[in-house]
């Protein structure tokens, strides 16, 4: 077989590189598991090197099953007989270092033998919680979750209990340094190891013990590592003791795709490579075979505003391609309504087209997930669950239906102890065990058992004070917006306090997830929902329909869209706070790592990207929408790449399928103007502008009867003036006349139903 067949040069050397350090710098779509496969297939077919010379580590399972599966499918093509080479991720990696000869580290780590248990996150929570108790530390003073993270954060920087302490700056730390060093004691007694000790002990023994780094050395003549630019130091420290003799180390990776600095990830390990290996080749695989010209010119312009780089620019041999569409909504909600009706246009003229919609922060897919139910979309919330489903949220809405309803037994129990107020399962048992024999709901139950003492003298108290709480939200309740309803209900439980003080990977999700929810409760105020319809609509939100996988809608957060690739992407949310998130703006260094965020979303768009952003947003808390800023990445774009979408707003919940021909009409209405762009303040001119000529150009050119007519009836997509709510855009319109039925978005205001006869709305001259 030929190995070389069908790369382009730069993979072609690549592939034939034998000796000595090698560097591929790979761009996004450039084909790199290809190149790796064929290289590792070269060595072993063309080369002789036997497979089990041949060390080859990425970061995922599924990453390392798949290059497994394609070296063994081009060896057997060529007629060569099965035979792995060790492709594994860096975790399994340190177990089966650790399983072989973990023996020798007995003196650097008493008691340790290679039969060591490996402790998941859960086991570790029970490991901490126990820690807690003998220190006397209660959940509230230093988190479970937080005081892993940060355990976790200093073992991925190689910081022992005792570095912790030398560090510290604050009592916060010096009590972290004292859990640290008691968690370690507790997982050392039992002879186990979490995630992170498994790379650090493979480090340690390699280096301390000479005859086994030797050994290790002498077996593997060739190493390779996908994703380099996504080491941590750990895993840096490794790749460097295990090529201490020959140095035939391939890096393969991209600079530009480095997104996970927060995690541990250093980007200094891939751009200081030559410095570690002087001798060392770069090749640059800079040609795309996934998006189009347009597409990639984008995002290369904006990459190349950030100065830790190495420098590549992604081209590709096909010509055409649509330019980048831009829109500006007047708030979420519209730019959910936007992405639903362009969603709607492409899936009548491709129904199996993959579209996927990426976003910074989890909390943003709440709109879009309401805007699809709109509009019958199926979706999947790819990496994690759907708005309504998160833990969070389910338990700020338990405690809205326990208020409600009394008799809701399921709802109170959930939030029995959540969060944490002293009332533990043997307790929850008891009160679920007496409401049974005695037909009773969960409330009444703790009533009864109240009045009679059944609890013990803590239990008693505690959940004598859950009942006050309780009763005390209930008589608050009916003077209460729904907004503040939910902001008294998670200031007055602590739930939102525990969220906020706890630092760990994920807390901040949460925390916005809560906020999103606040402002979802205000929206549904506006539309006039009581607490019943604002339960019932997050219920039916939250209804998991069959979804045929194939036909859904990918909705992600930009991080969990990393490899991935779609024909047509929606990134949401170009906005100051946002992409760039808010906690980026003190440091240039993270400003980068989200230019290089937007860069990887641009490049997951195989043939149509669209960049929304709105003017006005329901910041992550309820209350008025805010004035947003576009993202300063927008204007990183230049101008003849894009195109303005803006001057078509959305047909939202339109029936097109039944009036086909309209539709048709409408999809040729909003295909690339060619407007385009090239700063924020001439799109501010342009959206200023168009807002006051739209109505006069629709009217140009038709009989002045018509158009009168078409002005009374404020058709979809124009512009109205509303004497308390101001100015909206017509999204849908029911009947004829002045009978009809009009669905107008207002900024501020959310979406109204108004019948026109009765509404005193004016069109926009």
Known sequence: MNFLEGLNPQQQEAVCHLEGPLLILAGAGSGKTRVVTHRIARLIAVAGVSPRQILAVTFTNKAAGEMRERVARLLASCGRPAADPWVSTFHSFAVRLLRQDGAALADLRPGFTPKFTIYDEDAQASVLKAVHRKLGLDEKTLPHRAALAAISRAKSSGRTPQDVYKLATGPKDSQLAVVYEEYEGSLRQANALDFDDLLLEAVRLLRHDGRVRGAYNERFVHLMIDEYQDTNRSQYELVRLLTELRQNVCAVGDEDQSIYGWRGAEIRNILDFERDYPSARVIRLEQNYRSTKPILEAASALVSHNSQRRGKWLWTAESGGVPVGMFEAEDGEQEALFVGDQIQRLRWEDPAVRIAVLYRTN?????????????????????GFSFYQRAEVRDALSYLRALQSPQDSVSLMRILNTPARGIGKTTAEQIERFAREHSLSAWQAIQEMLAQRLFP?????????????????????????????????????????????DQSPGSEARVENLKELLSAAAEAGLRGDDLSGFLDHAALVSDADQIDERAAVSLLTLHNAKGMEFPVVFMAGM????????????????????????????????????LSWARLRRRFGGGSPEPAMPSRFLREIPRKLTVDLSAHPPAAELDLFAERAMAREAVQRTAYTGKTYDSLEQVRQFFAARGKAAPAARAAGQAPAAASRRKRESPVGAVVVHPRFGRGTVLRREGEGEEAKLTVSFPGHGLKKIIQKYSGLKTDA
């Open 363 to 383: 909390a943003q897919s709440r709109q879009f997930e309401e805007a699809f139910r709109r509009y019958s979309i199926p979706y999947l919330v790819v990496g």
């Open 575 to 610: 906005e100051e706070g946002l992409c760039p998130h808010s906690r980026s703006f003190d440091s240039e260094d993270m400003i980068e790592e989200e230019r290089r965020l937007c860069y990887v979303g641009m490049t997951r768009a195989q043939k149509r990207l669209t």
């Open 457 to 501: 003298v803590r239990a008693q108290a505690a959940l004598g004070a859950f009942r006050n709480l309780v009763e005390e939200l209930r008589r608050e309740m009916e003077s209460l917006s729904l907004e503040g309803l939910l902001r008294l209900v998670l200031s007055r439980t602590g739930y939102l306090e525990m969220l906020e003080a």
